[in-house]
């Protein structure tokens, strides 16, 4: 019996290209034209399509789509019925996390939620904001915002934006200040729960995940190979930090010996002058795609 293929949704946006590059490190091959929302993969048991992230986790909950890639703020707004199966921090934007803020004027009264009772705030994500403020007893009004949504506070259009920030920096150099933190929030990767069940679907989403999860892990990880002389190798392998234990193999016919290991990328830099002054020679780095 032929078995229906997985269908993946992926975003489009600012993440799609880092999608496309995790999908590559984790093996798999995605062609993107820009006329097409249906990508090409090299993987006869995938169907895959892009969509906006907003979009995403209602039409993986409506079973239009077996798994997908969207951000946890745009599941709680839309309310959505999913498996989260895990989170996929990847955005080479920026080492912090994505965080949905309260901002108003730089010079305005209010700092805190609670000075905003009666007045109007504008935000993409209408629905969690308006929960948000209900469920602390804050009546506030919640219009959606189409863009330039950070300007509506200096024109007098709003009296406060809830809106995704990194750094906070667009916010500051627009002339507002963040008053309160309302959501930190990630890529996840989730699935309709009714295909999750399905043995053959369930078990193609469980390899994408471990692969992802282990190209995800590779990024923060390299390989460092080298060789030293059999007097310097206690030394050079006490250095070395490793997933396990260094690989150590002697060279053909010579007392000197060849040491690989897995190492944290962070700590490359202020290992390898040891290593020098240690006696290893010959050092060589290079990424990795995965690790398991």
């Given at each position: 019996m032929t078995k229906e293929p997985l269908k993946l949704v992926i975003p489009k946006g600012s993440l799609e290209q880092a999608t496309i590059d995790l999908f590559k490190r984790a093996g798999w091959n995605i062609s993107i034209s820009p006329r097409n929302y249906f990508p090409s993969v090299d993987d006869d048991e995938?169907?895959?399509?892009?969509?906006?992230?907003?979009?995403?986790?209602?039409?993986?909950?409506?079973?239009?789509?077996?798994?997908?890639?969207?951000?946890?703020?745009?599941?709680?707004e839309n309310g959505s019925d999913v498996k989260v199966i895990d989170d996929l921090v990847y955005s080479k934007v920026s080492q912090n996390p994505a965080r949905w803020v309260l901002a108003v004027d730089g010079e305005s009264r209010y700092n805190a939620p609670e000075d905003l009772?009666?007045?109007?705030?504008?935000?993409e994500l209408v629905k969690f904001t308006q929960r948000y403020f209900a469920e602390r007893n804050?009546?506030?009004?919640?219009?959606?915002?189409?863009?330039?949504?950070?300007?509506?506070?200096?024109?007098?259009?709003?009296?406060?934006i809830v809106d995704v920030t990194e750094t906070g920096s667009t916010l500051r150099a627009n002339?507002?200040?963040?008053?309160?933190?309302?959501?930190?929030?990630?890529?996840?990767?989730i699935a309709n729960r009714k295909a999750y069940e399905d043995p053959f679907k369930r078990e193609k989403i469980e390899q994408i995940h471990m692969l992802l999860q282990a190209a995800l892990e590779a990024r923060k990880m390299v390989m460092l190979k080298m060789n030293c002389p059999k007097e310097s190798l206690d030394t050079v392998v006490s250095l070395l930090p490793s997933l396990d234990a260094p690989t150590v193999a002697g060279l053909y016919k010579?007392?000197?010996?060849?040491?690989?290991?897995?190492?944290?990328?962070?700590?490359v830099r202020s290992i390898i002058p040891k290593l020098l002054r240690a006696g290893a020679r010959g050092i060589i780095e290079y990424s990795l795609n995965k690790v398991l």
């Open positions: 995938i169907i895959m399509a892009r969509l906006r992230a907003q979009e995403i986790s209602r039409y993986v909950e409506a079973g239009t789509f077996d798994a997908g890639l969207t951000g946890k703020d745009w599941i709680l009772a009666g007045k109007r705030i504008a935000t804050i009546p506030v009004e919640v219009e959606f915002s189409w863009g330039s949504t950070e300007a509506k506070v200096k024109e007098g259009v709003v009296d406060a002339g507002l200040r963040i008053i309160h933190h309302l959501l930190t929030t990630n890529t996840q990767f010579s007392d000197w010996f060849a040491v690989e290991s897995v190492v944290s990328e962070e700590v």
